[in-house]
């Protein structure tokens, strides 16, 4: 069983920056093509950015591009993503998830492992 556990969440002024973290259990980590979701009030879940078993990101919402940056730590077991310049329109639950597949995988169900979630509200 996998666990993911995010955190740094929280409310920020428009083009503020914050950081999230999302850290895994277990000894599988680096199999893992690991991804941030978010999801809005009334709104689908949606991919961010993607990032594979060897650090390249794979997929980028042009919604973000140029302003979140994903990243990875073995060492550590974490995944984090970079998030400058917000907008109000960024304000939602935000995800991570892992999953053992390859390739771009910017769709929720290709997913088996999900974090619990964390806030983020961008104020104008």
């Known amino acids: 069983q996998v666990q993911l556990v995010e955190s740094g969440g929280g409310l920020v002024q428009a083009g503020g920056s914050l950081r999230l973290s999302c850290a895994a259990s277990g000894r599988t980590f680096n199999y893992f093509t690991m991804g941030w979701f978010r999801q809005a009030p009334g709104k689908e879940r949606e991919c961010v950015v993607v990032?594979?078993?060897?650090?390249?990101?794979?997929y980028q919402a042009d919604s973000v591009k140029g302003r979140f940056t994903i990243s990875r730590d073995s060492a550590k077991n974490t995944v984090y993503l970079q998030m400058n310049s917000l907008k109000p329109e960024d304000t939602a639950v935000y995800y991570c998830a892992a999953d053992y597949g390859y390739g771009t995988r910017a769709a929720p169900e290709e997913y088996d492992y999900w974090g619990q979630g964390t806030q983020v509200t961008v104020s104008s």
């Open positions: 990032i594979s078993r060897g650090g390249g990101v794979t």
